[in-house]
C-alpha cells in the first residue's frame, strides 16, 4: 500500500510539473498573468509531492520493506539507520528522486523571489526548471521505478513490478543485499548530495538564460539576478568534487585522490565549463562583452550536467552494448541533444543582439587575459570530454575496448593548467579596459623576482625536479600578487581614510566581496596546487610481506608489523585490522596505526582501509594488502608516503572560506534594492 | 686472410650467443621478484575485468592471481615489455593505460591539440577584431574605473583613489 501511495504520488508530480510547463508557455503567450501565476503555484506544489514520496521511500528503507527491490537492493537489517536514509541516493531509482527533489526545491526558491522587475522571465524559467524535473520524474515514472515490488510466479520465476502480474504471489526476501560498501563511507554520504546541489543549481542560471534568449531581453540583467546562485553552484560543486577525492584517498586504497576516472571527469567537466562562466560574465558585467559566449558556456554547464548524470546513470561507461539496453540511456541521449540543440538554436537566433557594446582596447587587458582564462578551461573539457568518449567511440566503431588513464590526462592537461596558473598571477595585475607590456611588467617584476628566488632555495633545499620547480614558481608567484593585491588596498585605504591596517583590510575585503573572495579562492587554489603537485611528483611506494616484528623502511619512516586481529565490527562486517609502529629515521617511536580490511558478507566485498599518519610534510599511508594465517609469512602490507598532501585538503578549507566571502549576501546591497524598489512602487503609485 | 675473418665472425656470433645464454640463464635463477618489481609493472596496466581500475591496486582474486602471474613472468626473465606484451594479446589492448599509437587511436592523441590550436587561433581572430586600432588605444582611457597596475606615487595615488571611487559606489 505505501510503495502504490510513493509512486502514486510520483505519478501525479510528473503531471503537474508537466502542467507547470504547459500553463507557463500558454500564460506567456497568451499574456495571462492568472496562468502564469497557476504554473507558479503548480511548480511550488511539485517540492512538497516529491518530498511526501522520499518520505515513504525513507520509510521503507528504514523498516526493511525488502518486498520493494529498491530497498532490497541498497538496505540490509544489519545496517544502521543513518545509512538505510542515506542509501536513498545510493542506488539507481532513488538518486533519480533525490536528484528531482533537489531540483525542485531549487526552482521553488527561486520562483519565491521578487519578480516585480523581471516578470518576463519568470514563464520560462518555470517552463526550463519544470521542464528539467519533470525528464528526471518522467525516468523514474517510466524505467527506474524505486516502489517496485518482487513478485513471484507459479514457477518460481522472480519478477520485478509496480503492480501484481497475473498468476504471482508478492515476494518478500527475508533480508537484502546492503548498501555497496564503498558508499558506507561518510565523505560518500555527503559527496553525492553536494554535486548534485551543485548540478540542480547550475540549472537556474541557465534557466535566466533560456528566459533572456526567448524573451530578448540580452542585456546583462539575468546575469545580475543569477551570480549568486552561480556562486553558490559553483561552492556545491567544487566540494563535491573536493569530498569526492576525500573518500577515494582515504577508502579507495591506492594511495592517491584523483584517478582521472570517467565518473570523475563526468562532475569535472561541468566545473570546468562554469569556472570559466564565473570569469567570463564579469567581462559582460564589467565590459558589455562575450554575451555571446557566456550564453554558450552556460549552455554548455547546463548540458554537461545532464551528461554527467546521463554518464554516471545509463551504463554507458562499462560498454555501449550496456547503453544500448539501459532503459534511461537512450531517453537521456534524446533528452541533452534536444535540449542542447534548441538552445544553440536560441543564442543563434539571437545572435545579432548579443553582440558586445564595446570593444577590446589591448590584448593585455583584464578582459582579454579572461579571455584567454577561458580558452585554457575549455581545453581542459576538450581533452577530458575527448578523453571520456573516446572509448566508447572505439568500440563503437572498431569494437576495440581501450583505456585512456591517466598518462594521457597528466600530459594533456599539465601544461594547460600550469597556464592557468600563470594567468592567476598575472590577471589581477591588469587593468579592466587596458594594460600594456610595461605597465604589466613593472606591476609583476617584484613578485615574479621573490617567486625565482624561493625556487631557486627550494632547488638547493628541496628537489632537483624541474616539473616540481615550475609548479612551485608558480604557486609562489600567484601567492605573492596575490598577497600584494590585499596589501596594497588595504594600505591605500590606511591612507585615505586614516583606519589602522587590520580596519582597512576588513573594509576593503567587506566593500567588495566577490574581487577579494576571488582573490581567496585563487590563493586557495595554489595550496591545492601545493598538495597536488607533492603527490604526483614525490609519491613514493613500497610493499612487502612481514612477520611479526618485521619492519619496512620508506623515506624517513620504518614501520614495524606488531599484531593482527579478526573481530565483528558494526554494520555486520568482519573486520581484519593490523596493529603497525610507526618509527622515525633515528629509530623514535611515532605512535601506531591501524590499516584493516573490512569484509563485508551482504555483498561479499572487501573493503582496504588506510592507517595514516598525517602531518604538513607528509602522509604515511599504510594498506594492510593480504593476511595468511596459514602461513608463517605474516600479513602483506603497501606503504606510501605522499609529501605534501594535507596542503591540498587545507586548500579546501581556504577555498570554502573564499567562496563564502565573495557569495555572501550584501546586506547593504540588499538594502538599497528594497529601499531603491520602495521608491519605485511609491513614484508609481503618485 | 679470409678464413681468419671468417673464423673470427664465428668466434664473435658464438660469444654473442654463449653471452645471451648465459643472461638468460642468470635471470631465469634470479630470485623471487619483490612485490615493488611486480607492483612496478602491474601499475602499467589495467585490470581486464573492473572497469578503470589498474592492476597494482585491484583488490580482486583475479587480479591477484595476474600479479602472481607476473611474478612468475619476471622469475623467468620475461622483459617489462613482453609481460605487457602478453597481457595485451591475452586480454586486448584494454589492459594499457592508454591506446596504442595506432589507426583510429590516433584520433585521442591529435584531435585535442587540434581543436586547441583551431581555438586559439579563432580567439586570437576575435580579439584582434575587437581590438581598436593601436593608434586610438592611445589616445583611450581606461572607462571602467578599476586597478591599473601602479609604478611610482602619483599612479599609487590614482589607484587609492579609484579604489575608494569602487568602494564608494558599493555604499
Known amino acids: 500500500m ?28 497568451t499574456k495571462s498573468a492568472g496562468v502564469v501565476e497557476s504554473a507558479r503555484r503548480a511548480m511550488l506544489l511539485i ?25 532490497y537492493s541498497v538496505t540490509s537489517r544489519e545496517m544502521p539507520t543513518y545509512l538505510k536514509i542515506t542509501a536513498w541516493w545510493g542506488g539507481q531509482a532513488g538518486s533519480l528522486v533525490f536528484w528531482s527533489w533537489l531540483m525542485s526545491a531549487f526552482a521553488s526558491l527561486v520562483t519565491l523571489r521578487k519578480w516585480d522587475r523581471d516578470r518576463e522571465f519568470l514563464p520560462w524559467v518555470i517552463v526550463v526548471t519544470s521542464l528539467t524535473t519533470a525528464f528526471f520524474l518522467g525516468l523514474v515514472v517510466f524505467y527506474e521505478n524505486p516502489f517496485a515490488r518482487y513478485w513471484q510466479t507459479l514457477d518460481g520465476q522472480v519478477l520485478t513490478s509496480m503492480f501484481a502480474p497475473l498468476n504471482t504471489i508478492p515476494l518478500i526476501p527475508a533480508d537484502g543485499l546492503g548498501l555497496n560498501p564503498l558508499l558506507r563511507h561518510p565523505g560518500m554520504i555527503i559527496h553525492p548530495p553536494m554535486l548534485y546541489l551543485g548540478f540542480v543549481s547550475f540549472v537556474i542560471p541557465f534557466s535566466f538564460a533560456i528566459a533572456a534568449l526567448i524573451t530578448g531581453r540580452t542585456d546583462d540583467r539575468w546575469i545580475r539576478i543569477t551570480r549568486r546562485w552561480t556562486l553558490w553552484a559553483w561552492l556545491f560543486l567544487s566540494f563535491g568534487l573536493v569530498l569526492g577525492s576525500r573518500w577515494a584517498y582515504d577508502v579507495l586504497g591506492w594511495g592517491g585522490f584523483w584517478g582521472w576516472d570517467p565518473v570523475e571527469i563526468a562532475a569535472l567537466m561541468p566545473w570546468l565549463t562554469g569556472t570559466a562562466f564565473l570569469h567570463s560574465v564579469m567581462i559582460q558585467e564589467k565590459r558589455g562583452l562575450l554575451k555571446q559566449w557566456n550564453m554558450i558556456l552556460i549552455i554548455l554547464t547546463y548540458a554537461l550536467v545532464i551528461f554527467g548524470t546521463f554518464l554516471t546513470r545509463s551504463g554507458v561507461l562499462s560498454s555501449v552494448h550496456a547503453f544500448a539496453q539501459s532503459a534511461i540511456g537512450p531517453a537521456f541521449f534524446v533528452f541533452i541533444v534536444v535540449t542542447f540543440a534548441s538552445s544553440i538554436g536560441l543564442v543563434i537566433y539571437r545572435w545579432p543582439q548579443l553582440r558586445g557594446e564595446t570593444e577590446l582596447k589591448s590584448l593585455l587587458s583584464r578582459e582579454a587575459l579572461f579571455l584567454l582564462n577561458n580558452l585554457l578551461f575549455i581545453s581542459v573539457l576538450v581533452v577530458c570530454f575527448w578523453g571520456v568518449i573516446f572509448p566508447l567511440i572505439s568500440q563503437l566503431i572498431t569494437g ?87 596589501w596594497r588596498g588595504a594600505i591605500g585605504r590606511m591612507k ?167 557569495a555572501w549576501p550584501d546586506r547593504e546591497l540588499e538594502y538599497v534594492r528594497e529601499r531603491s524598489h520602495r521608491v519605485e512602487q511609491t513614484s508609481a503609485a503618485d | ?80 615489455s613482453q609481460i605487457k606484451q602478453y597481457f595485451v594479446v591475452q586480454y586486448g589492448v584494454r589492459v594499457l593505460a592508454e591506446p596504442p599509437r595506432t589507426g583510429l587511436n590516433w584520433l585521442v592523441y591529435v584531435l585535442p591539440p587540434l581543436i586547441i590550436l583551431a581555438g586559439a587561433i579563432l580567439l586570437l581572430r576575435a580579439m584582434k577584431m575587437w581590438t581598436k586600432p593601436a593608434a586610438a588605444i592611445t589616445n583611450s582611457t581606461s572607462t571602467s574605473g578599476d586597478d591599473k597596475p601602479s609604478t611610482n606615487e602619483a599612479s599609487k595615488d590614482d589607484y587609492v583613489i579609484r579604489l575608494e571611487e569602487e568602494l564608494k559606489k558599493r555604499k
Open chain 1, 2 to 29: 505505501l510503495a502504490e501511495f510513493g509512486y502514486g504520488i510520483l505519478v501525479v508530480a510528473f503531471l503537474v510539473a508537466l502542467y507547470s510547463v504547459g500553463a507557463a508557455v500558454y500564460g506567456d503567450r
Open chain 1, 47 to 71: 517540492w512538497p509531492l516529491i518530498t511526501l514520496s522520499a518520505a515513504t521511500l525513507i520509510y521503507l528503507l528504514i523498516t526493511n520493506h525488502f518486498e520493494v527491490s529498491f530497498v
Open chain 1, 400 to 486: 576495440q575496448t581501450v583505456t585512456v588513464g591517466p598518462p594521457f590526462y597528466d600530459r594533456a592537461t599539465a601544461p594547460l593548467f600550469a597556464t592557468l596558473m600563470l594567468l592567476m598571477g598575472v590577471a589581477p595585475l591588469s587593468a579592466w579596459g587596458h594594460s600594456t607590456v610595461k605597465t604589466l611588467g613593472r606591476a609583476l617584476w617584484k613578485s615574479a623576482l621573490a617567486a625565482l628566488l624561493i625556487a631557486v632555495i627550494l632547488f638547493f633545499t628541496y628537489t632537483k625536479n624541474a616539473i616540481a620547480l615550475v609548479g612551485f614558481f608558480l604557486v609562489a608567484l600567484v601567492l605573492l600578487v596575490t598577497i600584494q593585491e590585499f
Open chain 1, 496 to 662: 585615505a581614510q586614516d583606519e589602522n591596517f587590520f580596519t582597512a583590510l576588513w573594509t576593503l575585503i567587506s566593500r567588495n566581496r566577490r574581487r577579494y573572495g576571488g582573490y581567496i579562492i585563487h590563493m586557495s587554489m595554489m595550496l591545492m596546487a601545493v598538495g597536488i603537485l607533492g603527490i604526483n611528483i614525490f609519491q613514493t611506494q613500497t610493499q612487502g610481506t612481514l612477520p611479526v616484528n618485521g619492519s619496512l623502511k620508506l623515506g624517513n619512516y620504518t614501520v614495524q608489523y606488531e599484531s593482527i586481529a579478526q573481530f565483528n565490527g558494526p554494520d555486520n562486517r568482519q573486520v581484519t585490522r593490523a596493529v603497525v609502529g610507526v618509527y622515525d629515521q633515528n629509530g623514535n617511536y611515532l605512535g601506531e596505526l591501524h590499516p584493516r580490511i573490512d569484509y563485508y558478507p551482504d555483498a561479499q566485498q572487501n573493503m582496504t582501509i588506510p592507517g595514516e599518519r598525517s602531518s604538513m610534510q607528509d602522509d604515511l599511508y599504510v594498506l594492510l594488502v593480504d593476511w595468511q594465517p596459514a602461513t608463517a609469512n605474516g600479513a602483506t602490507f603497501k606503504i606510501f608516503v605522499n609529501p605534501l598532501i594535507n596542503w591540498l585538503w587545507i586548500g579546501a578549507f581556504v577555498f570554502l572560506f573564499g567562496i563564502l566571502v565573495a
Open chain 2, 1 to 80: 686472410m679470409k678464413l681468419r675473418r671468417s673464423l673470427r665472425i664465428i668466434y664473435f656470433v658464438l660469444f654473442i650467443t654463449s653471452a645471451l645464454i648465459q643472461t638468460r640463464t642468470a635471470l631465469a635463477q634470479q630470485p623471487t621478484p619483490s612485490d615493488d618489481e611486480v607492483n612496478r609493472i602491474a601499475h602499467q596496466l589495467y585490470c581486464p575485468v573492473c572497469a578503470n581500475t589498474p592492476l597494482d591496486v585491484c583488490p580482486t582474486e583475479a587480479c591477484r592471481q595476474w600479479r602472481d602471474l607476473i611474478r612468475q613472468q619476471l622469475s623467468q626473465g620475461w622483459t617489462e
